[in-house]
């Protein structure tokens, strides 16, 4: 018999929240929005925009999680709201594209930050960091919240750090930035449209803590804070550190460049402490990493206590944790790393995830109608975040579909995949039910 993991308050909640949505987008994707935006205003509305949609999300998620509090995150609202072939193929999509090459992403990017002080191949870095963190979360729910706060309470403060240094300090020469509302009109463009997917792929993680819910104490309550603190917080750094960059490096040094962080500390305090705020970010990463290897095995097990092609790895250990899943999450990360594959993936995951959260959201519609009036946490201003969180999702949608048809179409047919995979699943959970039955009977 399992035993009941540990319980986490609404603090180690919001740290994962936090952990998830401060990673690599933070760091590198303001270089390729000034190739299309070059306001500075128009540049940071955008930004503002995302974490006003993000807190859409988070409120929906926070109601949907106090009204179906069972971990999995979409995997389960949409078994319960729809039917269990869509929380299949959400699972299944979060566990071959969403969290495993998210975690291969993450983990090569740090070993590109750390290869210079390592003296490692960036594959051997990755790897590494992908088994440590996972044998870390192999220890215990209490053992995972202490290493996921402490990881996140370094990289909130090298987050803020930065952020004050580059909104205080003096501006270097020649640093240059059009913070004048000429060129206003380009948030209508095209190019925003292609900055503004950018910036919601930086925000994504706003609803980590949701994929958790059984083991958040009090989730009624501490779920909505998690959730909604933790996404106000970010969207909050995410404005200071943008403007922090550009105010420091301006835009001709930082447009095209991933590495935008280092190039703006290295205009704050020079190229030496430039590298070594390199080596700070590598390290944060991992606390990226260490999320997703948290959150991604509960989706796994969600599905395993409905799917009979997952129940093996939806098993809990003695200590009450899914270890078979956090494993072969592992796995498929390893394998995405030492074959790069996983850089084609995520061209093409970022269409079919968002349809899933898409329908997610579309969901708590759905249970609203069903049931207006609920004992737990209703979403502020409703239906208007909803609405808004929407309307956004479905112009991201169309527009991915338009502009990147391959890539968005490779991301159906892994869709396809999974109905493929639900269809081998059926017979299984029939043969189940015969069983029971048959024992009934006897």
């Not at 996404?231 to 404005?239: A, N, P």
Request: neutral net charge.
């Amino acid at each position: 018999m399992s035993a009941i993991p540990a319980k986490i308050g609404w603090r180690s909640a919001a740290a994962l929240v936090l952990a998830n949505m401060i990673g690599t987008g933070a760091f590198t994707t303001l270089g390729l929005q000034l190739e299309w935006i070059s306001s500075g205003p128009v540049l940071l509305a955008l930004w503002a925009i995302g974490g006003v949609v993000a807190w859409c999300g988070a409120v929906s998620y926070a109601e949907l999680g106090t009204r179906l509090p069972r971990s999995g995150g979409e995997a389960h609202f949409l078994s319960e709201i729809f039917h269990p072939l869509l929380g299949f193929l959400s699972g299944w999509v979060s566990l071959t594209v969403g969290f495993a090459a998210a975690v291969a992403l993450s983990a090569m990017a740090v070993g590109h930050y750390l290869e210079a002080w390592t003296g490692s191949p960036p594959a051997f870095v990755a790897a590494g960091s992908i088994v440590l963190l996972s044998l870390a979360h192999s220890l215990g729910t209490k053992e995972s919240s202490r290493l996921q706060n402490g990881l996140t309470a370094l990289k909130l403060l090298v987050v803020l750090a930065l952020g004050l240094a580059g909104a205080l300090l003096p501006v270097p020469a020649g640093t240059e930035v059009n913070w004048t509302m000429a060129g206003a009109e380009a948030i209508w463009s095209p190019g925003a449209a292609v900055a503004m997917i950018s910036v919601f792929y930086a925000f994504s993680g706003w609803n980590a803590a949701a994929y958790i819910v059984e083991e958040i104490e009090a989730p009624e309550k501490n779920l909505p804070r998690a959730l909604v603190v933790g996404t106000l917080l970010v969207s909050g750094l995410f404005l200071l550190l943008q403007y922090a960059f550009l105010r420091q490096a301006g835009s001709a040094a930082l447009t095209g460049q991933i590495d935008v962080a280092q190039i703006a500390a290295g205009a704050m305090f020079g190229e030496q402490i430039g590298q070594v705020v390199s080596v700070l970010i590598g390290v944060l990463l991992l606390t990226g990493i260490s999320a997703m290897i948290w959150v991604g095995p509960r989706v796994v097990r969600a599905m395993g206590s409905s799917h009979q092609l997952w129940r093996t790895f939806g098993e809990l250990s003695p200590k009450g944790l899914p270890l078979r899943a956090t494993w072969l999450q592992g796995g498929i990360s390893l394998f995405l790393v030492f074959t790069s594959s996983f850089e084609r993936i995520l061209l093409y995951s970022g269409f079919v995830l968002q349809l899933f959260t898409f329908l997610a959201v579309v969901g708590l519609l759905f249970l609203r109608l069903r049931s207006p009036k609920d004992a737990g946490y209703s979403s502020p201003l409703y239906p208007l975040p909803q609405l808004v969180f929407l309307a956004f999702s479905v112009w991201s949608l169309v527009y991915l579909l338009k502009n990147q048809p391959v890539e968005s179409l490779l991301g159906l047919l892994n869709v396809v995949a999974g109905l493929i995979a639900y269809y081998f699943d059926v017979p299984s959970k029939a043969q189940q039910h015969l069983g029971d039955g048959a024992q009934d009977a006897g």
